[in-house]
Each structure stands twice: as structure tokens, then as C-alpha cells.
């Protein structure tokens, strides 16, 4: 069964910052992209951040350019997301995703809310 684990979520003041990260029980064979989507109540399920194996090509969503970073560690199979100048719009279970082999997993979720 593959597991996920996933930390770092929580609460924290607007212009505040957090980091996320998950590490999969994938095998790392296989793995193309790792990254980050959310979702919050009533939306759809958006992307944040991916970043590919091969050349370390990343995307993100125009809403978090320049404000989140998202890294991986390889070895770890392991992928990290660092928020700053959080917005009470990026309110959201943000999940962990993997790209296997074509096939998508997803992470359970963790809770991030932005909010004085």
C-alpha cells in the first residue's frame, strides 16, 4: 500500500510562512513529478507547484510565483513546498502528488489556514 507522509501544515498569520513536505514509499523508479495541489471549500482541486525528475523543470501557479518554492530531495523521495507572504486566500488542504509511471497518487492532505 503506498504510504504518504505529509507535514507541516497549520495556522499562521497572514505575511506568515510555512513549510510542507511529504515523503512517499514509492519506489523512486518510475517517479516523473512530484508536487503540490489544493483545495479549498466549494473550489476545485488547483495546482500549486510540480517539479519534474529529469532536468528539474518546475510549474507553478501564477496565484503563488515568487511567494512558494517548491524543492525535492531525490534520495528522500521526498518534495517540499515553502510558502511565504501566506494570503488568506491560499486557505486549503493542500495535497501531495506523485506521478508514477503514468499513474497519479495523492497524499491524504494537510490543512493550511491563513488567518489573523
Request: hydrophobic letters at 35%.
Amino acid at each position: 500500500q503506498v504510504q504518504f507522509v505529509e507535514s507541516g501544515g497549520g495556522l499562521v498569520r497572514p505575511g506568515g510562512s510555512l513549510k510542507l513536505s511529504c515523503a512517499t514509499s514509492l519506489n523512486a523508479f518510475g517517479i516523473a513529478v512530484m508536487g503540490w495541489y489544493r483545495q479549498s471549500p466549494g473550489k476545485q482541486r488547483e495546482l500549486v507547484a510540480t517539479k519534474t525528475t529529469g532536468g528539474g523543470l518546475t510549474n507553478y501557479a501564477d496565484s503563488v510565483k515568487g511567494r512558494f518554492t517548491i524543492s525535492r530531495d531525490n534520495a528522500k523521495n521526498t518534495v517540499y513546498l515553502q510558502m511565504n507572504s501566506l494570503k488568506a486566500e491560499d486557505t486549503a488542504v493542500y495535497y501531495c502528488y506523485v506521478r508514477r509511471l503514468g499513474v497519479d497518487y495523492w497524499g491524504q492532505g494537510t490543512q493550511v489556514t491563513v488567518s489573523s
